[in-house]
């Protein structure tokens, strides 16, 4: 149960910092004129995905820490092996049809999966 809060609260940091970064995306875009409904919406979908991309990967890494306490370490390296090449596999996949079919800027789509990186090391800088 401990690990499932911890889950949600580093969930929930990522979503503010993937929130802020996508706002902050959507002033350039606006400053250089080229703000419209595909960066609207690619600003969206890859928020979406970073968040749900992070959150599956906690949560299997959290099972994957349990089924290593039980001593089932190969289990649990399956687990995450599997989960990664799952979630890249979607990932790529909704990218690229969003994009395909015109519906999303590609940049605005893909640019909010890189600020889970820089969240997690804002975040980590001010934890005690």
């Known amino acids: ?39 609207l919406l690619g600003g969206v979908v890859g928020a979406l995905l970073a968040l749900l991309n992070f959150f599956l990967m906690a949560v299997n890494v959290s099972l994957a820490a349990d089924r290593a306490a039980g001593q089932d ?19 790529f996949i909704v990218l690229f049809a969003c994009v395909k079919s015109g519906l999303c800027n590609v940049f605005a789509a893909v640019i909010p999966l890189l600020f889970v990186r820089p969240t997690i090391t804002i975040a980590e800088f001010f934890r005690k």
């Open 1 to 39: 149960m401990e690990s499932r809060k911890i889950v949600l609260k580093e969930t929930g940091i990522i979503a503010v910092g993937v929130t802020i970064g996508v706002a902050l995306m959507y002033a350039v875009f606006a400053l250089l004129g080229r703000f419209d409904r595909t960066v």
């Open 73 to 91: 370490v190969k289990a649990g390296k399956s687990l995450v092996q599997t989960s990664y090449a799952m979630r890249m596999a979607v990932i």
